[in-house]
């Protein structure tokens, strides 16, 4: 039977974050932020393994105890995420037909909810998808003095999320040959002429990417603590 297993690239720096250590590590009610991402990835039960990715030079995984059930770590991170994906992909040697989802080390107020709604949408498709959400806001395109210069049409816009879930040999396919502008899996399958599935995410699955979207993922993990 195809295995499922969520792949989580954690081998970036965090540049735009600009802390001394990558954002993945950074405390968040009193564990790594990554260590809840993890943690909710282990807790779907469809979900047999979960495979993080750091760096070769990564020197703060191993100061924490994960003790979290299904994890297993690779140092094989490459320059781009997407190499970070391809050589996780090659470390865990996986079978063509296993589901893989990729899902972000940053996004760590992902529901459990939100994985199993995905993983139940895409069971028998052909190709596979991610997580998304239609863009509810007008869209603005700006000019090189942040001036606008014109009003984009949001219909039929969205906004990628992950975890964004192929097959593995799809997704292994898709990725050779890399490049920095790849920068979700989603549009390296649509490079093949694939067409993903959008399967509707939820506003709480955020990209923590700046010093202020901490306070926004403490309060939306505490919320959940207490209930
Ligand atoms: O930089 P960005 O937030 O888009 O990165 C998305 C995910 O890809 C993060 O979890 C980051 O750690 C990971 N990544 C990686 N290897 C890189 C660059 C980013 O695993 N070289």
Known sequence: MAR???LVPAAGTGSRFGAPSPKQYLQLN???LMWHTLATLAAVPAID????VISPQDEWFDDFAWALPKLSVHRVGGASRADSVAAGLAALACADDDWVLV????RCCL???AAERLIATLADHPVGGLLALPVPDTVKRADGDGRVSATVPRNGLWLAQTPQMFRAGTLVRALDGGGADITDEASAIERLGLKPQLVEGDAQNFKVTYPRDLAL???ILAARDAQ
């Open 217 to 219: 993922a403490r309060a």
């Open 30 to 32: 009193g564990k790594p």
């Open 103 to 106: 899902h972000d080390a940053a």
């Open 4 to 6: 499922m297993i969520a």
């Open 111 to 113: 529901s459990v909810a």
């Open 49 to 52: 393994e979960v495979a993080v």
